[in-house]
Nanobody, 119 residues
Framework: HVQLVESGGDLEQPGGSLRLSCQASGFSSVYCMGWFRQAPGKGREGVAT???????TYADSVKGRLTISRDNAKNTLYLQTNSLKPEDTAMYYC???????????????WGQGTQVTVS
């Protein structure tokens, strides 16, 4: 049974930084993992993905500011967020699936989310 549990969200000032974590259990490292976010009144959008080899992709809006990484030994996914902007305010979710995708419905496993507020 796959479980994903996010943490690290908080209220942060513009220009600040946060490190989000996603603790995974119930599966091996052979999964693509991604971070998605959803702001109030908006759809869920992809932020970054990382495959089993460590190859990463990013949304244009976060390139250079957010960094996705994973520690397979700890079964943990991270999102380092720097130079935060008010438009980064959203609920951040981690997701896992066999294949990487920018399409949220393609992911079978989701965490409950962690709130990031930049104000």
């Amino acid at each position: 049974h796959v479980q994903l549990v996010e943490s690290g969200g908080d209220l942060e000032q513009p220009g600040g930084s946060l490190r989000l974590s996603c603790q995974a259990s119930g599966f091996s490292s052979v999964y693509c993992m991604g971070w998605f976010r959803q702001a109030p009144g908006k759809g869920r959008e992809g932020v970054a993905t990382i495959d089993t080899a460590g190859s990463t992709t990013y949304a244009d809006s976060v390139k250079g500011r957010l960094t996705i990484s994973r520690d397979n030994a700890k079964n943990t996914l991270y999102l380092q967020t720097n130079s935060l902007k008010p438009e980064d305010t959203a609920m951040y979710y981690c997701a896992a699936d066999i294949f990487c995708s920018w399409m949220a419905p393609r992911y079978d496993y989701w965490g409950q989310g962690t709130q990031v507020t930049v104000s």
